[in-house]
């Protein structure tokens, strides 16, 4: 990180901001062209789970090149000073790297929207055998992950 001054070292900070987040933006590579996307998430213990249709682009790409980059941030106000050259962003966000897998099993698969349900709030509910078939989730095992904030005063 050019700007260590911003940098968030704290794993429990770093985790916080994972927790609060409402969007996580997945970056992936395909034949060198990059692809992002904004999706549903959850976060426990070292791993994000994404809840994603079970076909499109986003899924052929990972069965082809797992190796994935994540964004998610929080905090975010536009900061005007002065002329607009001189306006900055107030923010805290995680940049991390990880390897993204198919859940296939349906209990790891119930346990995973478990996660992400809880995220936004939700009680756990049952899934039916056919909304496990008709829904693809995403684990990615995070490898390396650093905070950023902008604006703010060390928490």
């Given at each position: 990180?050019?700007?260590?001054?911003?940098?968030?070292?704290?794993?429990?900070?770093?985790?916080?901001i994972l927790?609060r987040?409402t969007?996580?933006?997945?970056?992936m590579?395909?034949?060198?062209v990059?692809?992002?996307?904004?999706?549903?998430?959850?976060y426990?213990?070292?791993c994000?789970?994404?809840?994603?249709a079970?076909?499109?682009?986003?899924?052929?790409?990972?069965?082809?090149?797992?190796?994935?980059?994540?964004e998610?941030d929080?905090d975010e106000?536009?900061?005007?000073?002065?002329?607009?050259c001189?306006?900055?962003?107030?923010?805290?966000?995680?940049?991390?790297?990880?390897?993204?897998?198919?859940?296939?099993?349906?209990e790891?698969?119930?346990?995973a929207?478990?996660i992400?349900?809880?995220?936004?709030?939700?009680?756990?509910?049952?899934?039916s055998?056919?909304?496990?078939?008709?829904?693809a989730?995403?684990?990615?095992?995070?490898?390396?992950?650093?905070?950023?904030?902008?604006?703010?005063?060390?928490?």
């Amino acid at each position: 990180m050019q700007r260590r001054d911003q940098e968030i070292t704290d794993r429990t900070e770093i985790e916080s901001i994972l927790q609060r987040a409402t969007v996580c933006r997945i970056a992936m590579a395909e034949d060198n062209v990059p692809y992002v996307v904004p999706v549903s998430f959850g976060y426990r213990d070292g791993c994000l789970y994404i809840h994603s249709a079970p076909e499109g682009r986003k899924i052929d790409i990972l069965k082809r090149n797992d190796r994935v980059c994540f964004e998610v941030d929080v905090d975010e106000e536009l900061v005007r000073r002065g002329e607009p050259c001189a306006w900055s962003m107030r923010y805290r966000s995680v940049v991390g790297l990880g390897r993204a897998y198919l859940v296939e099993d349906a209990e790891e698969k119930r346990k995973a929207l478990d996660i992400i349900v809880e995220h936004y709030g939700g009680e756990p509910a049952g899934y039916s055998d056919k909304a496990l078939r008709e829904v693809a989730v995403i684990r990615v095992k995070i490898e390396e992950m650093t905070g950023k904030q902008s604006g703010h005063i060390n928490s």
